[in-house]
């Protein structure tokens, strides 16, 4: 069984900083990427930011510059760090992941947290 347990978010004011964290777990042979996602009231689901194992991470245009995606060593938990907070950053925040469970067929598969809700008001 493959989790992903993530920490972090709340409310905070416009300019403020949050740190959200999410750490894979289980029976896991590897993880291929982790990201995060978000989604606001009304709106689809947006990737934020999101790193492949041996390439560099990428962010979304309004991500870029604000927010840092860091990971540990054998990508089973990563950060992010999100600076300089507006409004629009409003959301529920989901922890991504593609891995590859230890079992019979070796699949890659993709897992999703439970969500973590930022809100930026003043």
């Known amino acids: 069984q493959v989790q992903l347990d993530e920490s972090g978010g709340g409310e905070v004011q416009p300019g403020g900083s949050l740190r959200l964290s999410c750490t894979a777990s289980?029976?896991?042979?590897?993880?291929?990427?982790m990201g995060w996602y978000r989604q606001a009231p009304g709106n689809s689901r947006e990737l934020v930011a999101m790193?492949?194992?041996?390439?560099?991470?990428r962010y979304s245009p309004s991500a870029q510059g604000r927010f840092t995606l860091s990971r540990d060593t054998f990508l089973r938990t990563i950060h992010l760090q999100m600076d300089s907070l507006k409004p629009e950053d409003t959301a529920v925040y989901y922890c991504?992941?593609?891995?590859?469970?230890?079992?019979?067929?070796?699949?890659?598969?993709?897992?999703w947290g439970q969500g973590t809700q930022v809100t930026v008001s003043s």
């Open positions: 991504n992941a593609a891995i590859i469970p230890r079992g019979a067929d070796l699949n890659e598969y993709e897992y």
């Open positions: 289980g029976d896991i042979v590897t993880v291929k990427a």
């Open positions: 790193t492949v194992s041996g390439e560099s991470t």
